[in-house]
């Protein structure tokens, strides 16, 4: 939806939407957010869950495994995810747009890390499919996973991506066997070009 966002405001698309709306004179911040909300509600109708969502929950729930969100949505959408399609998954702390400052920094990362009694995010792992995701993540400490499409696959050789998967349910494998990154560890131990590759055939 960025793009359609950016062309409600009248932004080029290298300007961060939420940095411009925050820039704005108040008396505009509103009706400039009013915008975005209504792109974002509409979206709602058409939402679906990314494949693997429900077996990963599941999972990380047999686990004992906390969840928390960090998010760019304010909550209206976040919840109707949700309620619609994860009831009984508690999710704690939520962070959206109104906490600040937002992704790419580090904040709402280490706020998580914070409310879970941890003194930093080293234990965390950053799941995305944005660059603010996965800088998010990096710049708080955490590990970072980013699931591949045909819209980010550019990222995943991107310096701040630890692991790449191409569905949410791979992640199960993943923490079963041990994470692996390669953030700073100077070689792939994931064939990051062959899934990048692999995401824009199917563009």
């Excluded at 709402?108 to 914070?114: D, E, K, M, T």
């Excluded at 879970?116 to 996965?134: K, T």
Aim: aromatic share 4%; glycine share 8%; proline share 4%.
């Amino acid at each position: 939806m960025f793009g359609e966002m950016r062309s409600a405001l009248g932004i080029a698309k290298s300007v961060d939407i939420l940095d411009h709306v925050y820039s704005l004179p108040k008396d505009q911040q509103e009706e400039a957010m009013a915008k975005i909300r209504d792109i974002e509600r509409n979206a709602m109708s058409s939402q679906t869950p990314q494949a693997g969502l429900i077996d990963l929950m599941n999972y990380v729930d047999s686990r004992g495994v906390r969840k928390g969100i960090c998010t760019r949505n304010f909550d209206m959408p976040v919840n109707h995810l949700i309620e619609t399609f994860m009831q009984g998954h508690r999710f704690s702390p939520i962070i959206t747009r109104e906490f600040r400052p937002s992704k790419p920094d580090p904040a709402g990362i280490l706020h998580i890390a914070s409310t879970w009694g941890l003194p930093d995010a080293a234990n965390l792992i950053m799941v995305g499919d944005s660059i603010d995701d996965m800088t998010a993540g990096y710049r708080a400490g955490a590990a970072t996973v980013l699931l591949v499409n045909e819209v980010n696959a550019h990222l995943a050789t991107h310096e701040h991506t630890d692991l790449c998967i191409r569905r949410l349910d791979e992640l199960v494998h993943v923490l079963e066997n041990g994470f692996v990154g390669v953030v700073g560890q100077g070689e792939d131990s994931v064939d990051a070009k062959g899934l990048a590759e692999e995401a824009l055939k199917r563009n």
